[in-house]
């Protein structure tokens, strides 16, 4: 199994790992997932980069079009995010909807799908089957792909055009961190917008103040960030500060 | 037999070389995916046990993606093709016909 020492050789090998996810898949379908099982949790800890190289196109068409859609597609969708098109996406869904509801498939599903919400092209394919995999609230690693993307403008206007209270506070709690910056102003303003007009109702404020703590939580997270950096902060000579 | 004659040709052409055409009788594949692995063996030796030549890779993920899938000798080869880039030892025992491999 991968583990984080492995990194630079798993990054190294990445081509050779690529190689066996066809015939891994194919293993699956015949009821063997061990290898399958494998190469995801390597892929996962290495972030797999070399998914990207053009040749491996076709895996990615490969796993996710062949065979009845399992909790496997499900996953894989989140190693090819460059490749996904209307079809795979379509595909991916279907295979969403059939996949149970653990951690780990979890975190694969909300990643891609922060990813294919951010894509105009590919939104309409999403399902509010797939949407409600956010109130599972997975733990997205510090720097995840969905967790940056999924901060988009265009992302936060699809989640409130759900007009799903549930999904929209998960979308929120789940984005909000003091890992990732939001995307830009805009996004800023689209969630404040939500803040005040999808949260500002009777009825719901237990989901304001559950909004509320992870807002403090956060900023706490920043300010100890502050306090910490700053104590590495010298003056210099002309009494400028320089860190 | 074309895909074993583009090993003579000069190293910047199979840069561009692609198996996706490449669909052998049984047979051939069977003989091409043997030599193939005798010669990233070769090579892997060669460049002081660094890496398999990527055509031959690209040549077990497209045998590897192919469905059907080839004959049970081609996914053995293949197989030990990426078992000798990730660096394993490959022992064949004729007497069961089976390959084990050392990590």
Known sequence: ?243 | MNAACCLLVPQWKLLYFRWGDYKPSPHEHSMVARSLLKLAQFKYQRSQRVKVPRLILRFALHSLSLYPPPPTSVIADCLSIVATDLGCDIALIMEFGERWVCI
């Not at chain 1, 859609?69 to 460059?82: G, H, K, T, V």
């Not at chain 1, 969403?96 to 309409?124: C, G, K, M, R, Y």
Request: proline share 5%; net charge positive; aromatic share 10%.
């Open chain 1, 1 to 243: 199994m991968a583990e984080a020492e492995d990194l630079d050789e798993l990054h190294s090998k990445r081509k050779a790992v690529a190689t066996l996810l066809p015939y891994a898949v194919w293993l699956e379908r015949a009821g063997e997932p061990k290898m399958l099982d494998a190469l995801l949790h390597a892929a996962r800890a290495s972030r797999m980069p070399g998914f990207h190289v053009v040749s491996y196109r076709a895996i990615c068409r490969y796993t996710l079009l062949r065979g009845k859609p399992s909790c496997y597609s499900a996953c894989i969708a989140q190693l090819f995010l460059a490749y996904l098109r209307e079809g795979l996406v379509q595909r991916w869904a279907a295979a969403v909807s059939v996949a149970p509801h653990t951690e780990e498939i979890a975190q694969s599903v909300v990643d891609a799908l922060l990813w294919v919400a951010s894509n105009h092209i590919l939104l309409p394919y999403t399902t509010i089957n797939t949407w409600s995999w956010l109130t599972t609230r997975p733990s997205l690693p510090p720097f995840s792909m969905g967790r940056y993307i999924g901060t988009h403008p265009n992302v936060v206007r699809a989640v409130r055009s759900l007009e799903d209270t549930k999904v929209l506070k998960a979308y929120l709690l789940l984005l909000w961190s003091e890992w990732i910056p939001l995307w830009d102003k805009s996004s800023l303003d689209e969630m404040c917008a939500s803040m005040r007009e999808d949260f500002g109702g009777i009825g719901i404020g237990h989901h304001r103040a559950d909004l509320i703590q992870r807002l403090d939580h956060s900023l706490r997270q920043l300010d100890w960030g502050l306090e910490s950096s700053s104590s590495t902060i010298r003056p210099s000579r002309t009494g400028i500060f320089r860190i």
